[in-house]
């Protein structure tokens, strides 16, 4: 792919079901504020770490780290991937249907449906949805997250729930 290859309209570019595993050329489009790039076969974003990205949608790829996501991202889909661990930096996280088991940072969004908690217990000081269903869970602690207002734990093995 080459960057010509690449139509941006309003700030938009949507490269689904491109079968790319290289997204190098897209280093360059400072006017890029929305990206898809769904069912690819991308396991690197380090190529976007310096656009201005308010969006970011690379659901079902080969990704096993976020590295290279914008600090500038609002919204970040990036479920049906590799991921392990999650350090949460963006308001508005999707990562359901991943390998995950470990979260570190803060969210107001959150859904993880679909990973591989077994216990949840983590400090949230800004999170006002959670979603955790499909796990696990057997124990599920969220006494630091005073904000929280909605929490979807459906289809779990809840034994244990502690809310404050």
């Known amino acids: 792919m080459k960057p010509s290859d690449v139509h941006v309209e309003d700030g938009a570019a949507d490269l689904s079901v491109e079968r790319l595993t290289c997204i190098e050329a897209l280093r360059g489009l400072s006017a890029l504020r929305s990206l898809t790039m769904n069912v690819n076969r991308i396991s690197d974003l380090s190529p976007l770490r310096d656009l201005p990205l308010e969006t970011l949608e690379a659901c079902d790829n080969k ?5 290279g996501v914008p600090s500038t991202v ?8 590799q991921l392990e661990s ?3 930096q963006w308001p508005v996280v999707s990562a359901t249907d ?3 088991n470990d979260v570190t940072g803060d969210a107001e969004f959150l859904n993880l449906a679909g990973n591989l908690f077994d216990t949840f217990s983590a400090s949230f000081r800004t999170l006002r949805h959670l979603d955790l269903s499909r796990n696990k869970l057997q124990r599920l602690d ?3 997250a005073p904000n929280l207002e909605t929490l979807i734990a459906s289809t779990n093995a809840l034994q244990g729930l502690t809310l404050k």
């Open 63 to 67: 990704l096993k780290s976020l590295d």
């Open 74 to 81: 609002k919204t970040l889909k990036v479920d049906m991937n």
């Open 86 to 88: 999650l350090h949460l």
């Open 98 to 100: 991943n390998r995950i």
């Open 142 to 144: 969220l006494n630091d």
